[in-house]
């Protein structure tokens, strides 16, 4: 009889998280580095219109624009390269002149108005120069690092489904840079139930 009742709870509650799965829409204020409100990349040596540089450890560069990094020289080859989905930003478009090493913190605000904030996920890849020392979610630690020199091995991934807030909340790329350039990619994405589907 108690194996009987524990099945049923399990499945009533795979169920349950299966229907609100269902209903959950994408959030549409996360973007790309490097892109427009219509999530198109952007020129080259553009600021991005999302994405401000909190946190810079240059004072010739202390933000808080950033700025698209040019697609046709250095570092870009070490660096993967600019595509139509989402490109490099950093404290300069002319990434392979350098800035000064320390942490730099890239932070992009997103809005969960219209949404259930406790039902939001937010999953993608990023890569940086140097190692990315964290991701933070409304300025807490989410515990997301890559090694050192992480844009010689590629994209890593992170999800996230814990921390947010009603109203307005905060992604922040944590990112140390040796002495030499420095730069974030990020590619992200999320969805959460709207209110409509809650009942209040």
């Not at 450890?57 to 933000?63: C, L, T, V, Y």
């Not at 990434?95 to 730099?104: F, H, L, R, T, V």
């Not at 992009?108 to 259930?116: R, V």
């Not at 190692?131 to 992170?158: C, E, L, Q």
């Amino acid at each position: 009889m108690n194996t009987i009742y524990t099945i049923l709870v399990v499945l009533v509650s795979v169920s349950a998280v299966n229907s609100q799965e269902l209903k959950k829409i994408p959030i549409p204020t996360l973007f790309n580095t490097g892109v427009d409100n219509n999530k198109m990349t952007i020129a080259d040596g553009e600021t991005d219109p999302h994405y401000v540089l909190s946190i810079s450890a240059d004072p010739q560069f202390s933000g808080p624009e950033t700025k698209v990094v040019y697609s046709d020289g250095f570092p870009i080859g070490p660096w993967l390269y600019n595509d139509a989905v989402s490109k490099w930003i950093a404290p300069r478009a002319d990434a392979g002149e350098w800035n000064s090493p320390g942490i730099y913190v890239y932070t992009l605000s997103f809005s969960l108005h219209g949404f259930k904030h406790e039902t939001a996920e937010i999953r993608g890849f990023w890569v940086s120069d140097n190692n990315g020392a964290d991701i933070m979610i409304n300025g807490k630690s989410t515990g997301f690092f890559t090694v050192y020199d992480a844009f010689r091995y590629g994209f890593s991934p992170f999800e996230i489904k814990e921390g947010f807030v009603n109203g307005i909340n905060t992604i922040s790329f944590v990112v140390n840079n040796g002495e030499a350039p420095t730069g974030l990619r990020v590619m992200i994405e999320g969805k959460a139930v709207p209110i409509e589907f809650t009942g209040k």
